[in-house]
């Protein structure tokens, strides 16, 4: 009995330490996320117009990467067409995902519901938009405007399920989808979104941090 | 000593350094975790928050589980990542909350309320101001920020001992005698 009880509290003490890696890991290294809503369709969720419920489970890389690579820094290396997670502007207790469009000095021509004809995207900032063309599916950079890039979490990394692919951000200037062999979505994927941003408009520099 | 030294070759088997291994990890990613997610003690900088805080720097006890705008109300002081500066901290007093109309102050201005515009603060956002007006970097100048930024309220001043205090929210509301 007493060698039982002694028996369990060893695996329990060796077991221990997995719990905070565990946490750690999903928060700083490699998150499982399942992506809701049709903001994304037809690059995520792809069957929204069949299954409104079916939800897409991605791979997010938490990690900073492009930095010295300690897990609490924030420098993130970010180019056009990343998709990425971040906390959402409008909603802080809501992750949302969105793919980059505009880099800071680019000058962007805004889509519906947008207010102003044209925004240059400001020092640290990026241009987020969702791949859906109904404007009326995403609530993204043209509703509240260009997000500043301490708000992003990670970067979606591969779909998981219900089909696995890799995402790769090259693909977004060539008009290509990962996995999308028989060219179902055009040979040039969204040109429309990459033809309204004028890439570099204008030269940033760092503000000065007095 | 000699003791110790044939102890500790005794237990340098694979198996010990092993566990040894995992409870260091284990032990790390708890601590940053707590460091996170409740806690955490940092020292301030600037002069944008005198004369709640020293501008030569105070040593802060902040609560980590008031990020993302958990809990916040008008009058806390809050730690919050820089909207245009990569992996800077802000510490600020929250003015205005989601819906509330503040009015827009030059930058720098020493005035209150002199602008005649007034804004309403969008949804998920809150208006920060520094408590030293003259020298503070706020919402004048960057606008609203998201909530999201947000990673902290801070509660008390730690160090040092002679000036440990919690912080106070001085924007109560007043009392009227009648």
Known sequence: ?210 | MSRILRETLRRATPGGVFRLTLDGVGLFCACTLIWEHLITVQLSEGPSMYPTFNPRGDYLLISRVHKHGRGIEVGDVVRFYHPTFLGVNGAKRVIGMPGDFVCRDLPFSTEVGKSQEMIQVPEGHVYVGGDNLPWSRDSRNYGPIPMGLINGKIIARVWPLSKAQWVQNTMQPAQLDD
């Not at chain 1, 007493?2 to 077991?15: H, N, Q, S, W």
């Not at chain 1, 719990?19 to 995520?44: A, D, K, N, Q, R």
């Not at chain 1, 897990?71 to 207790?93: I, K, Q």
């Open chain 1, 1 to 210: 009995m007493g060698c039982v009880m002694y028996e369990r509290l060893r695996v329990l003490r060796i077991l221990a330490p997995i719990v905070p890696i565990g946490l750690f890991f999903s928060e700083h290294v490699l998150g499982v996320m399942w992506v809701s809503g049709p903001s994304m369709t037809p690059y995520l969720n792809e069957d929204y117009e069949q299954m409104h419920t079916k939800r897409d489970m991605v791979l997010v890389n938490m990690w900073p990467w492009g930095g010295a690579g300690w897990p609490w820094e924030r420098t993130r290396r970010l180019e056009r067409g990343m998709v990425v997670t971040f906390r959402s502007p409008a909603n802080p207790g809501h992750i949302a995902i969105k793919r980059v469009v505009g880099l800071p000095g680019d000058r962007i021509t805004t889509r519906d519901p947008c207010m102003k004809p044209s925004q240059i995207v400001p020092f640290n900032h990026v241009w987020l938009e969702g791949d859906a063309a109904d404007p009326k599916r995403s609530l993204d950079s043209n509703t509240y405007g260009p997000v500043s890039i301490s708000l992003i979490t990670g970067r979606v990394m591969a779909v998981m399920y219900p089909r696995f692919r890799m995402l790769k951000w090259t693909d977004w200037e060539q008009g290509l989808v990962e996995g999308d062999v028989e060219r179902k979505l055009g040979d040039n994927y969204r040109h429309e979104v990459r033809d309204r941003v004028s890439k570099e408009a204008v030269k940033l520099e760092r503000p000065v941090l007095s």
